[in-house]
């Protein structure tokens, strides 16, 4: 994900100052890049006033969305300063932080009235917390009134406007929020949403759809057979944690994610989830069309476990021919919750047997071409299909003028693969925001790049068992920036990203190792990158010398 909590300790002037007192000798050292402590104790060392300083998301009750707040722990120091060295305390904090994003979006020019609120009236608070977002006050004695964090209507206004998607800023902590809630989500097992007519996929997990753009177009309609009379009838997939699998229906690579309809936003028109497969239904072979008539469901059969719904599966006759489960609204008191259950228990007992193929739920057709009452939460798009990704977020912005976020999804690779501990588990999927995923950013175009290239050349190697991606980067990568990180990774992916060497051992670290030693280790004459290294936070990288486990 692209907006990690950001720990910073020395501007990069600092850091590249530092990292110019190593000799060659130290470039030796090329098998594990980062490996020399003196470098990341220096770093750590260098805060005067502020031991540590990160942003958070945090709820706020009066606002639509969470704030972004720059959560600060001072040294003892800086939490002891009088107010001759405020500035000088600040100056050390906005050296480090003002040109995040964060700051830049949200800000109204009161971060150091509230910085100096806090220095003054709460030294013993462990952390100060203060938000770009919120307005000016008269003097010091209103501000301490107000806890340091004043708040006003214009304020509350701004960040519900940035939450509807009418500011810059609002793609990316959408689109980053919207990765987080399906993780969430995927690893959410709950077995029903309260009560035993709710079933899970209403909270929980991801209900996705494949489209294919050359015969649904728009791809938020749906195809003219599941309108006609007899087939009535919307393929979806669910993926959780428990009902993974590791292949898209038709091969497909790109498609839409609904909203669950209890945390859909209001004004949407929700379709009812009618009924459920443990594996591809084969819908449109079927007689009575998607669903079953209700004499030949799975409960009307007896068939309510799915240890139950695997014998029937096993015995003989053609796919099309088996159950599915009743799970829509007119299965209440029929337990639709534990119906839906035995889709998963029916996953578990296949295992590895049927790991590549998905399963399958049908939702009842919706009204076409009314894009803004589809309950779109994202789309999305695994290995090569972030093309036609874009395709369909620049359709839906056309017609709405409202950003649907991109998010990619890396499926799992096996049914109960063992990882080492400290790696990534690749029987599970992943969900990420990538900036340079988006084609529209802000109510524009995604920015362009502001180096022609970032790397003069990049190769495999490999040392041992570790295979590595050696990067020379460019002159102007060399200096690659935060808001310009995506694009240097997006040059990379592009030219890498299918290579076995990443795909087959792709841990998810390949950007925090980049964004790691573009910070840290510039001055190398090459920067080696491990696609099996794990995803983690940008503190949690550099602790590791660039390079986790």
Known sequence: MIFSRVKRHVSLDTESAEMKKFTSKHLSVAACVLCCSPLFSAVAQEGIYIDSARWELRDSPRAKQPIWTL???PTEKGRYIGEQ???QAFEELSKNHSQDWQWRTYDRGVMKQQFDCHARYTK????????PFRPSVPDQAQLWAQGCNPIDQESINRLNQIAAGDESGSTLLVGQRTAENMTKRYYDKRENCGTSNRPAFLCSGILMRVVDR????PVWNTSRTSQKEGHRGVSFSYMRTDTRFAALAWQNNSGIIFYPKLSAPAGKLYPDVLCAFPVDAWGWHRADGPCDKPENTCQAKGYVTGAQWLAHFR???????????????????KNPAASFMAIRDAMKLLGNERFDEWNELVLSPWQ???????????????????EEARKNQTDFYEKTGRVVPIVKITLPESYDRKDPPGKVNRSEARFDFFAVDQAIIRGTSAP??????YFDSANWITRGTMVSLSVVPSACGRYVGDADLDNAIAELMHKHGLDSQWTVNDGGGMRAQLECVSRYARDFAQWNLEPFRPKLSSEETRLASCNPN
């Open 85 to 87: 060295e405020f500035a």
């Open 71 to 73: 959560s600060i722990i």
């Open 368 to 386: 076409q071409n009314t894009p803004e009452t589809v309950p779109l939460e994202a789309f999305f798009y695994t290995g090569t299909g972030v």
């Open 448 to 453: 362009s790049a502001r180096c022609a290239n």
């Open 214 to 217: 050359a015969k649904i177009n």
């Open 315 to 333: 015995e003989p006759g053609k796919q099309e021919e088996k159950c599915g489960f009743d799970v829509s609204k007119d299965a209440k008191g």
């Open 124 to 131: 013993e608070k462990h952390d100060w917390n203060i938000e």
